[in-house]
C-alpha cells in the first residue's frame, strides 16, 4: 500500500500530501542499471540514510506521544 502523508503544522492546520507516480520496480532498475552499465543511481546513500533516520525519528516520537523529535540528518 502507498504511504498516506500528511503534514502537521505548528498553527494546527494539516495537509495530505500526494506522493509522486513511480514506475514499478523503479529502484531495482536502477540497481540493475548501475551494476551493469555504470549508469549513476537517482537516490545515494546518503540520502537513503536520511530516510531511515526520519522514520526513527517518527517511531521516537509516536513512543513518547507525539512529542517532537529531531532526526539526525546527514545533508
Known amino acids: 500500500l502507498p504511504a498516506l502523508l500528511t503534514l502537521h503544522r505548528p498553527d ?7 506522493l509522486d507516480d513511480v514506475p514499478a520496480h523503479a529502484f531495482h532498475t536502477s540497481v540493475v542499471e548501475f551494476l551493469v552499465n555504470g549508469v549513476p543511481m537517482g537516490i545515494i546513500a546518503t540520502q537513503s540514510r536520511d530516510v531511515v533516520a526520519l522514520m526513527q525519528a517518527a517511531e521516537a516520537s509516536a513512543l513518547e506521544n507525539g512529542l517532537p523529535v529531531v532526526p539526525q540528518l546527514l545533508r
Open 12 to 18: 494546527g492546520s494539516s495537509e495530505r500530501l500526494s
